[in-house]
């Protein structure tokens, strides 16, 4: 009989709907029913896309005896991490405070005040590589509670107060900074990253490798403006964007024959992944890709770009035009029968013979570096390209082949649920590829996008007009799942690209509406803060609201409340914007100075603040190219208007009735002109 997941807008909460375990979702009703009972809350945090999420539950919460267990001794609540981030980040918090580690699934032991007291991540069915096994601990734990009461109580208040120290360093930061403090913190970033660079294999750091988006994109712009500014150039930028861009995008993590990149390669050298293919990944990534290409002209990031971006239209995209949260790295093996991480994307040798023949056959494996023993696991390998085909014909007739017969292999699952801030993310990227590669379609796609936040997410809630909610499937809104502050602010800025790109001012205006809505309930103190101060918190013994200005796989919503601020500011002429704005921005300062793989978006912000704001308004009565330029500028701090009745655009016209563009940087302008070149140097255009 299904349990009370079954009503979830969660894909992860419905693969659990039939557990024999009485999973609630996150509510009320089932804290007060543990106060009822006198039990303790199992907590179980995961995400439809997470391999180990899929193996505890087959083991334990499929197990009917193990299940009874848990319904006997505990009220047992399931989270999509994915949609409640808040819950998701104070837990993780607390399963890092007393392992030392953190991971998903993660489960945690709540008191009747939400208030942790154990932790832990994957358990076992039976004892094994010295854990205990899942049993033992939800016998020893019943026992905790019902005769050590006091222990636990400690226990809980001792983490509670460790989370909410951790929040007042965060939140009493200095108020003041200087362009000097700016300037050198950037610096300071680079060689940061640059201390941590792989020169062998590219990115940062050793195995596990996690594709380092926002920090690629943090050293494109110093990049960019190194070359504007004409300044003394630091040539470790380049190296560390090209070898890590290169090895990503040939190998085993990025998908040789469907476009698309794999969540984190395994090895240091790219070669296999983590299967799982995300949202928010992809998007960041297309971003990077299309940046690299608007840089330096280069035809491999033109192929990425193109690829990745066909990928999310062809296999993210939802029936209500939104973009999907993730695949799944599991699927059915048709060999075995059994559901197994890269089935969909491993190749036998074998099995490339059989759908190109001999001859192409020995080429593409010769190629892909498919061997017999195999890369990856039961003699399969990853395909990888280290190497550009002698004939690229060929090798897109070929790929097109082996693409067709995966095509009949069971698909892994999609988890289909709308995600308001990797949405904003996909919106931005979209615009930026499609502008960049004079791709109006992939435009078009992020304006249908945007529509459905505004029609399905946008002041679904009637209390809170101005609010985003985080999720929505099916087009019905997660009305239990408000959004936070990423969801805000990225959505904020991917409304802001979709205004430069379309003309439409309204695009504009909606970010606006997002912005004030952070000013209006999401500050603490000095700082922002992950939730709104008119939702309830988390948990109730917390002094301050939860905060993080650093990255995690998306932009800090802290971040990005800066930068889509800046950006709005810029293009409205809103001086008290700015300055709002600015007063968040001493936190980061010591972030971006010596933790910038931890603060990518941050330091990509500081490069923005250091070159702008760089307004451009042109005014374009021909069809002069000057419009076409714009999306081609690299200016890291700049902002364009093109359309009609944009702030911008008060009070400029055409000179001699030709296209002009009007250019002002740091609050000072240039004299307008109708030169394209002039224009094209102003904005950082090199190719």
């Known amino acids: 009989m299904p349990n009370r997941l079954v009503a979830s807008t ?31 809350i199992f907590l179980s945090v995961g995400y439809s896309a997470c391999h180990w999420c899929h193996v505890m539950a087959h083991e334990s919460f499929e197990n009917p005896s193990v299940a009874a267990l848990m319904n006997e001794y505990f009220v047992n609540i399931k989270v999509d991490r994915e949609e409640l981030p808040a819950v998701d980040s104070l837990y993780m918090e607390a399963t890092q405070a007393m392992t030392g580690q953190g991971g998903w699934p993660n489960s945690v ?29 939800l016998l020893a734990l019943n026992d905790t509670w019902t005769s050590e009461r006091e222990r636990v109580s400690e226990s809980s208040a001792r983490i509670m107060e460790h989370i909410g120290s951790r929040n007042e360093l965060i939140v009493k930061s200095k108020s003041d900074f200087s362009r000097d403090e700016i300037a050198f913190a950037a610096k300071s970033g680079v060689d940061s990253l640059a201390s941590a660079f792989d020169p062998i294999n590219g990115g940062f750091g050793s195995a596990p490798k996690f594709p380092p988006s926002l920090a690629l994109e943090f050293l494109l712009r110093s990049e960019a403006l190194q070359r504007i500014e004409e300044s003394e150039p630091d040539f470790r930028i380049m190296q560390m964007i090209e070898q890590t861009c290169n090895a990503m995008a040939r190998g085993g993590m990025y998908d040789q024959l469907g476009g698309g990149f794999a969540r984190y390669s395994v090895d240091a050298t790219w070669t296999v992944p983590h299967f799982e293919k995300m949202l928010y990944d992809n998007a960041q990534l297309l971003s990077v890709y299309a940046h690299l290409y608007r840089l330096t002209g280069d035809e491999q990031a033109l192929r990425i770009t193109t690829e990745t971006a066909e ?3 062809r296999e993210m995209q939802t029936p209500e035009g939104g973009f999907a949260a993730a695949l799944d790295a599991d699927s059915v093996d048709m060999e075995s029968g059994h559901s197994e991480e890269g089935a969909f994307y491993a190749w036998a040798p074998e099995q490339i013979i059989e759908v190109l023949g001999e001859a192409d056959a020995d080429w593409v494996i010769q190629l892909c570096q498919v061997t017999e023993a195999g890369t990856f696991e039961h003699g399969k390998s990853v395909l990888t390209l280290h190497k550009d085909p002698d004939d690229w014909t060929r090798w897109n007739n070929l790929r097109e082949k082996l693409l067709l017969s995966r095509a009949t292999r069971p698909h892994p ?6 995600v308001a801030s990797w949405n904003g993310l996909a919106i931005r990227a979209l615009v930026d590829a499609g502008s960049i590669c004079a791709r109006p379609d992939w435009i078009d796609c992020a304006a249908r996008a945007g529509d459905l936040l505004i029609s399905t997410h946008l002041g679904a809630d009637p209390m809170h007009p101005g609010r985003l909610v985080r999720v929505s499937r099916d087009g019905k809104a997660g009305l239990h799942a408000l959004g936070v502050l990423e969801d805000q602010a990225l959505v904020a800025s991917a409304f802001l690209a979709l205004a430069q790109a379309t003309g439409e001012d309204s695009w504009r205006e909606l970010a606006g509406t997002l912005l004030r809505d952070i000013k209006d309930h999401f500050q ?18 917390v002094a301050t609201r939860q905060v993080d200005p650093t990255d995690n796989v998306t932009p800090s919503g802290w971040a990005a409340t800066i930068d889509a601020a800046l950006t709005f500011a810029a293009l409205s002429g809103d001086t008290e914007m700015r300055t709002w704005a600015e007063k968040f921005i001493p936190a980061l300062i010591p972030l971006v100075a010596s933790h910038t793989r931890f603060a990518g978006w941050g330091s990509a912000m500081f490069v923005t603040w250091l070159d702008g704001p760089r307004e451009v308004a042109v005014v374009d009565p021909s069809d002069s190219g000057f419009r076409e330029m714009l999306a081609q500028g690299t200016a890291p701090g700049m902002v364009y208007a093109w359309g009609v009745d944009q702030p911008l655009l008060q009070n400029r016209h ?22 394209l070149n002039v224009m094209k140097k102003e904005i950082g255009v090199f190719n």
């Open 10 to 40: 969660s894909p992860y909460l419905l693969q659990h709907a039939d557990n024999p375990v009485d999973w609630y979702p996150w509510s009320e009703e089932a804290f007060e029913l543990a106060r009822t009972r006198d039990v303790p």
């Open 109 to 137: 032991w709540l008191d009747h005040d939400r208030r942790p007291w154990y932790a832990g991540t994957y358990f076992p069915p039976r004892p094994s590589h010295g854990m205990p096994s899942f049993t033992q601990v």
């Open 311 to 313: 990928f999310l239209i």
């Open 413 to 418: 699952g999609r988890d289909d649920k709308i």
């Open 524 to 541: 603490q103190d000095s700082g922002l803060t992950d939730t709104a101060n008119d939702v309830e918190p988390v948990a109730k013994d």
């Open 654 to 675: 055409a000179i001699d009735e030709k296209a002009t563009a009007y250019v002002c940087r740091g609050f000072v302008c240039s004299a307008p002109t109708t030169d």
